[in-house]
């Protein structure tokens, strides 16, 4: 890009590490001569270093068609500005294929594919120099062989206007156009040109004997920048714009094949989205109420669980009450049994003491009574 628009655009170079497709848009303002040029650039970063590619163009799909959104949101304003709109419409994808010499990736057609029926496509083989001038052509052919048989339709050149007719119709067998980038200036002659240096020899970027920059260069910015616009606006946009109208109920004509009344469309639209509402509404109602009776039923459930285990809780409590009772009874018993012991123990012990005192007694008596004799 640096080497189409002759300019150094800020950004630094992404990493092939992400997780999944970002897409990275920065708009500059270009300045030649006096001419003034919006352009904005928008890079798919990311895009096929995944293991699993299956998704990796639904952001870009998904970006595209944001844009269409945009632009129709303000279309059907009642207060259109359209003439200072800043339309971030994408004019033209430029795909970069590998130039591997072999076949387009599974990746690519899908992608393509994907893409035609929104975005002018120009396929471009990067890095041509990798690869000799036979393979290049051989490459070329097998391209376009695949484009035509899986059905992709890329950007042709427009033959209509007699002023530019030939050369787009040459144009058009160069395609995919075989480029060469590089900011870098050797002098080759007496001239300063943006080539690259190898050991075995300069390229030239801009001689159209090393490469197809100098024909992508004029057939884009030079000549059918302005077509690729008016290509953007009437045939990809129309067909968003139609798709995006008739999912809305919008037609040009009814089932009687009579025009269609905007009036009567909005209308219906508003009294078949009042029905969806009033279905929904029912529909949530019935979920509430039969949620409120299910929940009903899980209290109620829980609330004789409670009954019975409190019921369960209740008898083991009144027999374990039981059982300390009739032990407490039990011990109660064996204490007075154990005293009614203790006291006719006590009281033969007293009895037996008095005996036993009134004995010595009689004994002492006896020695004195002898002693006088």
């Known amino acids: 890009m640096d080497t189409l628009f002759n300019t150094k655009f800020e950004g630094d170079a992404a990493s092939h590490s992400q997780p999944g497709v970002q897409l990275k848009s920065s708009t500059y303002d270009l300045q030649e001569s006096n001419v003034n040029l919006k352009l904005t650039i928008v890079s798919t970063v990311g895009f096929g270093d995944q293991i699993n590619k299956e998704d990796s163009y639904k952001p870009i799909v998904e970006f595209i068609d944001a844009q269409f959104e945009a632009y129709l949101q303000e279309e059907l304003k009642i207060k259109r500005v359209l003439h200072n709109y800043h ?17 387009l990736k599974s990746l690519d057609l899908v992608t393509m594919k994907k893409l035609d029926s929104k975005v002018n496509i120009i396929p471009i083989i990067a890095k041509s120099d990798a690869i000799s001038k036979s393979e290049l052509t051989k490459f070329k052919i097998k391209i376009t062989s695949e484009l035509v048989s899986n059905g992709v339709q890329i950007y ?35 001239k300063m040109m943006k080539a690259r240096q190898y050991p075995w020899g300069t390229v030239q970027v801009e001689n159209e004997a090393h490469c197809d920059f100098v024909k992508l260069r004029e057939m884009l910015i030079r000549v059918n920048m302005e077509d690729l616009r008016e290509q953007t606006h009437t045939r990809h946009y129309e067909l968003y714009r139609r798709c995006k109208l008739e999912e809305m109920g919008f037609k040009d004509t009814d089932p009687d094949s009579k025009p269609f009344s905007l009036q009567e469309t909005y209308e219906a639209k508003r009294n078949e989205f009042l029905g969806e509402l009033q279905k929904k509404e029912e529909a949530m109602r019935q979920m509430f109420v039969q949620r409120v009776k299910e929940k009903e039923a899980e209290l109620k459930e829980a609330e004789k669980e409670l009954h019975e285990k409190f019921d369960r809780l209740k008898k083991l409590h009144q027999d374990e009450k039981k059982k300390l009772e009739d032990k407490k009874k039990s011990l109660d018993d064996e204490v007075n049994a154990f005293k009614q012991r203790k006291t006719a123990a006590e009281l033969l012990q007293s009895q037996a003491q008095q005996a036993g005192g009134s004995q010595t007694l009689k004994r002492d008596k006896e020695r004195k009574n002898s002693g006088f004799l």
């Open 87 to 103: 339309d971030t419409r994408i004019h033209a994808c430029l795909y970069f294929i590998a130039p591997t010499g072999h076949s």
């Open 156 to 190: 042709q050149f427009p033959t209509d206007d007699e002023s530019v007719a030939e050369i787009n119709g040459t144009m058009n067998a160069h395609l995919p156009f075989a480029v060469i980038g590089s900011t870098e200036e050797l002098k080759i002659g007496n």
